[in-house]
């Protein structure tokens, strides 16, 4: 017997025979890549494990840790940046199974629930309690919600609810040794020391693996209203997205701008009637949720029109069904229909102060355009948190690399984010240090060493 399956049979002696796989025993093609990086060919899993409970979780790691083996946990895989994909000798940890959604407290409007609950699942749980976990994107319907925490997901809400930071009170998370840290609290105010819980927000699985949240509720929505406003170029986007603040206070909860190309690959590039004729500068996607649904549309109506009368706007609809929001909507999702219409294409998840997008915007054109002629760029974003995103599809001759030390170049002069949303993981490893000192990363590494000292824990990711 080779030494992983002596390794594999032993793990599987400590903590059930029915939790561990080895790679001969199915079909593990999903753990082996997420939504952008695929696991270098025949890369070695000793082995899946698929724990229920926390308990078992804990004896997963403490054997790996004895046995100096690498662990690296995952959600549902929608990640787009390497986090959870193995790229050397490891067990692969999936939090699959733990899919138990345990309580939802109306009273303190928290949810307590395993880490494996899918994002839509935890939706649906609020909704059919009156409440309203707020949390979305794209991939809701497979990434779970512990990946949500780990990445510290953010989506299309942050401006009114926060990143995914923001939405959880408690945490329950397994250290590499495998003691377990019970932080499940479910009240908001906590000054007792250090905040634990955002040491396993947002680091990417290599400081614990979180087992268990305690989730943040919301009143529940009674209006939804949803326009799409039309301008002449990014300083109108700036007005008007203060005129939005002001005009809708916290009921605003979405202010997504997208540049030309990116609204013709909604509308004509997918063979839709574009709502407003694509001659524009630049286009807002606007929704707000509210309380009163007439006093909220009349409102949000009369906003829009103010705007409109002003010249601010060249022009707007205002949907009046679910089904027009729903149409107008289907115009920002388009990056999921990439593959048919925009393909193969470079992503990029960049941040920069609010005022900077326009001048970001037109600085990346000049000098992407300046060395490449033909490369494609399509831009997009959730402006008012200071995230663009830039989908470009590159000439032969352009290497991804290139492109992105030309971007990541510009991004650190303006002292960016190379990550708004989606992490480090793999895919921005080698671009950390624009967004980090080297005393930050020092200090994250510090923090890495405390906790995992053996460096079982996703490694490889980050730094
Ligand atoms: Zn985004």
Redesign the pocket.
């Known amino acids: 017997m080779s030494s992983d399956a002596n390794l594999r049979t032993r793990l599987a002696v400590a903590v059930g025979e029915d939790i561990v796989r080895g790679p001969g025993d199915g079909e593990f093609g999903r753990h082996l890549r997420d939504f952008v990086v695929q696991a270098p060919a025949g890369v070695n899993i000793v082995a899946f494990a698929y724990p229920r409970s926390t308990e078992q979780v804990s004896r997963i790691l403490r054997f790996c840790h004895e046995n100096d083996l690498p662990v690296v946990p995952q959600g549902g895989m929608t990640g787009l940046v390497g986090g959870g994909v193995p790229v050397t000798r490891c067990v692969v940890l999936s939090l699959e199974r733990m899919r138990a959604i345990e309580e939802v407290d109306t009273a303190a409007s928290t949810m307590t629930v395993q880490a494996g609950v899918v994002l839509e699942a935890v939706q649906k749980a609020a909704d059919a309690a009156n409440l309203f976990f707020p949390l979305d994107l794209g991939g809701r319907g497979s990434c779970q919600v512990g990946g949500n925490a780990s990445t510290n997901a ?2 299309n809400r942050v401006l009114r609810y926060g990143m995914m930071r923001d939405l959880i009170l408690g945490v329950e998370a397994v250290l590499a040794d495998g003691t377990v840290i019970n932080a499940l609290h479910k009240y908001i105010k906590n000054n007792t020391g250090y905040d634990l819980r955002q040491l396993f927000i947002g680091s990417e699985g290599t400081l614990g693996v979180i087992t268990r949240l305690v989730l943040r509720l919301y009143p529940k929505p009674r209006s939804v209203c949803t326009g799409l406003c039309a301008l002449r170029g990014y300083a109108a986007v700036v007005e008007f997205l203060g005129r939005a603040k002001a005009g809708f206070g916290s009921t605003l909860t979405a202010f997504e701008v997208m540049w030309p190309e990116f609204y013709r690959l909604g509308t004509v590039a997918l063979s839709r009637q574009p709502p407003i004729e694509p001659k524009h500068g630049v286009y807002v996607l606007i929704e707000t949720m509210g309380t009163d649904p007439d006093a909220d549309q009349s409102r949000f109506e009369k906003v829009i029109e103010e705007a409109l009368g002003s010249g601010l706007l060249e022009d707007a609809v205002i949907a009046q069904s679910v089904a027009q929001a729903q149409q107008l909507w289907a115009i920002r999702d388009c990056p999921g229909e990439f593959p048919r219409i925009h393909w193969p294409q470079l992503g990029f ?1 960049v941040s920069v102060p609010t005022g900077e997008i326009g001048d970001l915007v037109e600085e990346l054109r000049k000098v992407l355009l300046a060395r490449w002629p033909d490369i494609v760029l399509v831009f997009f974003g ?1 402006v008012a948190d200071g ?1 663009l ?1 830039l989908s470009a599809r590159l000439p032969a001759a352009a290497s991804e690399h290139d492109v992105e030390e030309l971007v990541y170049g510009v991004i650190a002069r303006r002292r960016g984010s190379v990550s708004a ?1 989606h992490g480090i993981g793999l895919h921005k490893k080698p671009f950390l240090q624009c967004s980090r000192s080297p005393e930050e990363i020092e200090m994250m590494r510090a923090i890495k060493r405390a906790l995992d000292p053996k460096g079982i824990l996703n490694p490889g990711k980050v730094f």
Request: net charge negative; hydrophobic share 0%; aromatic share 0%.
């Open positions: 953010g989506g998840d959730h995230n995103h949303e």
